[in-house]
């Protein structure tokens, strides 16, 4: 098993930046996929960008393309999503999954979830 822990949100404004970080213990983390997903107030939860096992692939949403970059660090055995440019509509709750498999997008694939961080942006 792993263990996800998320921390980085809070309110800014429109235009601003926000970094998330995912923290992870457990189980390898190399051999995880990890990602980011958020859920909007009264939506469901959706992909927002996902990093390889080995860092060297990752994928975004198109609607925060050029705006949020995903990273891992294995050193650390953490993910960090830096947001940039943040639209109000970016307004969510942020969790980081962990997969075995390779960059799925889909929440159901996805076996392990950390608590979930708010992410507010005024405008």
């Known amino acids: 098993q792993v263990q996800l822990v998320e921390s980085g949100g809070g309110l800014v404004q429109a235009g601003g930046s926000l970094r998330l970080s995912c923290a992870a213990s457990?189980?390898?983390?190399?051999?995880?996929?990890m990602a980011w997903f958020r859920q909007p107030p009264g939506k469901e939860r959706e992909f927002v960008a996902v990093v390889s096992r080995s860092g060297g692939y990752t994928y975004y949403a198109d609607s925060v393309k050029g705006r949020f970059t995903i990273s891992r660090d294995s050193a650390k055995n953490t993910v960090v999503l830096q947001m940039n440019s943040l639209k109000p509509e970016d307004t969510a709750v942020y969790y980081c999954?962990?997969?075995?498999?390779?960059?799925?997008?889909?929440?159901?694939?996805?076996?392990?979830w950390g608590q979930g961080t708010q992410v507010t942006v005024s405008s």
């Open positions: 999954a962990a997969d075995d498999s390779s960059l799925r997008r889909t929440p159901a694939s996805y076996d392990y």
């Open positions: 457990g189980r390898t983390f190399s051999s995880y996929s």
